[in-house]
């Protein structure tokens, strides 16, 4: 499978309270695209620092290309402060401004996304006006797009992420950002009916929702599917949504029944929460022996 996908948006270093981790949500599905063979790669800016050319060199040992993360000299290289006091519900102070909030549309950014089958974005790099503008110039040539919606207060605004929503044909949240959503336009509290008033609002072809360690719903033009979480020790969840979306778009563009493929990405983001950090090394022969058929064992 020669897919290709693009990236869009954060790269930066979780600091942790002893340590630091590369992160940022479009690396990581970036990453994670990687590690099932698919041809990933990530648009985003770091600072020419220490960091950022660490940052260079992680995402060369992930084999992701470098040739559309560009590199200013103003703004350092992102960080985010994590906070894993709760390890089912890490927060993040997210610093700001950094490099990846001055992306600036260049023509290799306009021709990658036009030859990619997936265009991935979130709303977390929509929360500066430049990236923004690159992101709605990309989103106008990009041929399928998927929101990862991924909600980071202080840093979005109703009006925006209705605008990017509306620009999806896939969609990715979690159940808290589903009841905000849901809550912006009805008091609805039922999960099925909350994802069917989204879908239609916002003409989404698949919305899925994941419920941490309860599993994902899916909805899509061919009916509602659930899939139970699978029951492990967790390390830590930073990034487990992540690779649940990378595990999600892999086998839809394999073309995947619905409810396996909901399967897979839950095992998926499932084996991401036993290991530290945001992005181990796996493969599909390690979901399915870690998570799949130890289960059925």
């Keep these: 499978m020669n897919s290709t996908i693009t990236c869009f948006g954060e790269i930066l270093w979780d600091v942790l309270p002893t340590s630091k981790q590369p992160g940022g949500a479009p690396m990581n599905v970036a990453a994670d695209l990687r590690n099932f063979g698919l041809n990933a790669q990530i648009i985003s800016r770091i600072g020419n620092d220490d960091l950022g050319r660490e940052l260079s060199e992680f995402l060369d040992q992930k084999g992701l290309p ?7 000299q103003t703004y350092p290289t992102g960080v985010a402060k994590a ?4 390890t089912n519900e890490v927060t993040y102070e997210i610093v700001q401004p950094v490099a990846w909030d001055y992306i600036h549309l ?4 306009l021709d990658a996304v036009r030859k990619s089958d997936l265009f991935v974005y ?11 503008e690159t992101l709605l110039s990309l989103l106008a040539v990009a041929s399928r797009k998927v929101f990862d919606v991924n909600l980071r207060a202080p840093h979005y605004e109703r ?3 209705e605008q990017l929503l509306k620009q999806a044909d896939i969609a990715k949240l979690n159940e808290h950002e589903l009841i905000e ?4 336009y009805s008091d609805e509290t039922d999960l099925y009916e909350a994802m ?3 879908c239609e609002r916002y003409k989404l072809e698949k919305l899925c929702v994941t419920l941490g360690e309860k599993g994902a719903a899916l909805l899509d033009g061919r009916g509602f599917v659930q899939q139970a ?10 990034g487990s949504g992540d690779a649940f979306l990378a595990a999600f778009l892999y086998k839809t563009l394999q073309g995947e029944s619905a409810q396996k493929t909901l399967e897979f990405a839950c095992a998926t983001g499932a084996y991401v929460a036993t290991q530290r950090g945001a992005t181990p090394e796996f493969t599909e022969e390690t979901i399915v022996n870690e998570v799949l058929t130890a289960e059925v064992m």
């Design 196 to 198: 069917k008033q989204l």
């Design 106 to 109: 260049e023509q290799n950014l």
């Design 66 to 72: 470098l040739e559309l993360v560009q590199i200013g």
């Design 159 to 161: 009006a925006t992420v």
């Design 181 to 184: 959503l849901s809550g912006w």
């Design 122 to 132: 979130g709303s977390l790099a929509a929360r500066s006006p430049q990236t923004h």
């Design 229 to 238: 979480g699978f029951p492990v020790e967790v390390e830590d969840t930073i």
């Design 83 to 86: 906070n894993i006091s709760d």
